[in-house]
């Protein structure tokens, strides 16, 4: 068999399938991005998801003394505006006494607003105190019927078989008057 060699000393028939294997290889490896763009893109959150991500909450209507239940991703949150009395109360607890030892200012941003998660971290029940009437416990913070977990006007766990505080979610203030959670 004979080949033609050029004067360059090469075979005419490597240029072209270096030339065809490189542009296959490309055409290839565009493709199998081009398929796989679907399935990565399928593992993004949806749009409802995404939309109990964060909620945003007007605080304008909340008085002083009270506080309110919101949902966010699926759990309760409570938020509490809270009097110079529950603020000072929570202040002057030596954290040597706390089961979990967290100042107030640690899960405060702004001390006239307490935003905790409303789970029991003992078993995960539902802790009272954020409706008016109900069992606000012995440090006037909620209560945990359910095992008789007491926690304070900060979240912090006082007496029962909690282990932790209640948990104090993302959150940041958008204007004086409104919150976003998440």
């Known amino acids: ?7 360059s000393g090469e075979q005419p028939d490597e240029n072209r399938r270096d030339f065809l ?22 593992m993004n959150p949806s749009k ?10 007007n605080l304008a209507n909340i008085p002083v003394g009270q506080a309110i239940k919101v949902m966010w991703r699926g759990k309760p949150v ?31 941003e ?13 078993l995960g029940c539902i802790p009272m105190g954020t409706a008016t009437g109900e069992t606000r416990g012995d440090y006037d913070g909620w209560y945990c019927p359910c095992h008789g977990s007491h926690y304070d ?6 007496r029962g ?3 932790l505080n209640l ?5 940041e203030f958008l204007t004086d008057t409104s919150v976003r959670i998440g």
């Open 110 to 122: 702004k001390k006239e607003w307490l935003i905790v998660v409303g789970v029991c971290t003992h």
């Open 167 to 171: 948990v104090v979610p993302e959150y």
């Open 21 to 42: 294997t490189l542009a296959t290889t490309a055409v290839g490896a565009v493709g199998v991005g081009c398929a796989l763009l679907p399935f990565v893109d399928s």
């Open 48 to 57: 409802d998801v995404l939309a109990l991500a964060s909620v945003e909450v």
């Open 78 to 108: 409570f938020i509490r505006h809270r009097t110079e009395r529950e603020i000072n109360e929570a202040n002057e607890v030596a954290l040597n006494e706390l089961v979990d030892p967290q100042s107030d200012d640690a899960r405060v």
């Open 161 to 163: 078989p909690a282990p």
């Open 153 to 158: 006007t900060s979240g912090r766990i006082r």
């Open 1 to 7: 068999m004979s080949q033609t060699v050029h004067s």
